[in-house]
């Protein structure tokens, strides 16, 4: 992976939250059709990929969306675009504080395969009363949250590692499908949880999935990208400088965009903001027109590797971020879109992981 070069404009990944309307409050109050329906999921995640975009991410929570109704479930929405995309990470949102670790690194095992190695996963931690509640469990404490966050993460990584590349032999000869010798048992004894491996799933493509956390999860060096979200430039400079001391390979932005389209941005906001306010989350908002966000996130290029972009009504922004900002990004060299058959970790620049097992093996022959 190139190192970063602080110095000047580089080249930004760019992924896309496909979540429901969009990041205001009020995106979708006059929508006719669901946000998660099938249709809504593949048109989104289909013009991303069309426009270039290198990942999608679908946020989730484990209670049902506030004002009633239901969702699909992350891990099943992006499980349903996997065999319809060829290019542009799936990262769903799964919660370690209400998901069992096994049955976690299985499902986005089986999302790595489906999708032929562009599945990611972005860490949640929902920690909220009624979030436990889900599982009968209270709410953790900061420095307990932070072990469970640590421990399921690397639990994950270890169940990913416990069949080796070449585990599965289909030797018909012999009648044996796998080697026995090269599955693996993984017993972990957390503080929360047990598990026994081997996973129930072979490796996936990518050796390991690539995992997304928030920088205050303190995740370091476990997480292949760190999300950083600081409602200033300069504050995103210092926690992505911090993000790469504590061990992350990547750091993305996370950056609010609500852009100017047939109307302009700020009558779009008014608009909005007569049905619900947009309170501050802590991000970084664009509210104006595409060529100022793009002049935003060339300035992140020289501090950030990617940036995480939070349309603020789908349906209006995408389209101009599609036709507009990346395509002006990818003329000037700072955006290049995924190519087709390209893993997620191609795509970012990653390699792709030793198996602990196998390179152990090979260090004690």
Do not use: C, Y
């Amino acid at each position: 992976m190139t190192a970063p070069d602080h110095g000047g404009s580089r080249r930004l990944h760019l992924a896309l939250e496909a979540d429901g309307h969009g990041a205001h409050p009020a995106a979708g109050a006059l929508a006719s059709e669901p946000p998660v329906s099938a249709r809504a999921v593949r048109s989104t995640v289909a013009a991303a990929e069309t426009g270039g975009f290198a990942l999608v991410t679908f946020a989730d929570e484990p209670l049902p969306p506030g004002g009633g109704g239901w969702r699909v479930e992350a891990g099943t929405r992006a499980a349903f675009v996997s065999t319809l995309t060829d290019r542009i990470g799936l990262a769903p949102t799964l919660h370690v504080t209400v998901t069992e670790p096994f049955h976690l690194a299985t499902q986005l095992a089986a999302l790595d395969h489906a999708s032929r190695g562009r599945a990611a996963w972005v860490v949640g931690a929902a920690n909220s009363a009624d979030a436990h509640a889900t599982v009968g469990a209270a709410p953790l404490d900061a420095g307990a949250l932070r072990r469970e966050v640590a421990d399921v993460i690397g639990t994950a990584r270890a169940l990913w590692d416990s069949w080796e590349d070449d585990a599965v032999i289909k030797d018909v000869a012999t009648g044996r499908f796998l080697d026995w010798r090269k599955v693996h048992h993984v017993d972990v004894e957390a503080a929360r949880f047990t598990v026994k491996g081997p996973l129930i799933t072979p490796r996936p493509p990518q050796g390991q999935v690539v995992v997304l956390a928030a920088d205050e999860l303190g995740a370091g060096g476990l997480a292949d990208i760190a999300l950083v979200a600081r409602p200033d430039t300069a504050g995103v400079a210092a926690a992505a400088a911090a993000a790469r001391a504590a061990g992350a390979p990547l750091v993305f932005a996370e950056v609010e965009v609500l852009l100017d389209t047939d109307l302009p941005a700020a009558e779009r906001l008014a608009r909005l903001e007569e049905s619900a306010t947009w309170q501050p989350t802590g991000r970084l908002r664009h509210v104006g027109p595409a060529s100022g966000l793009t002049a935003l996130l060339r300035e992140l290029a020289a501090d950030v590797d990617g940036v995480r972009l939070h349309p603020a009504e789908l349906g209006a922004d995408l389209p101009v971020l599609t036709g507009q900002v990346l395509p002006a990004l990818a003329a000037g060299g700072t955006h290049q879109p995924p190519r087709p058959g390209a893993t997620l970790r191609d795509t970012l620049g990653l390699p792709r992981p030793a198996n602990r097992f196998a390179l152990a093996a090979t260090t004690t022959s």
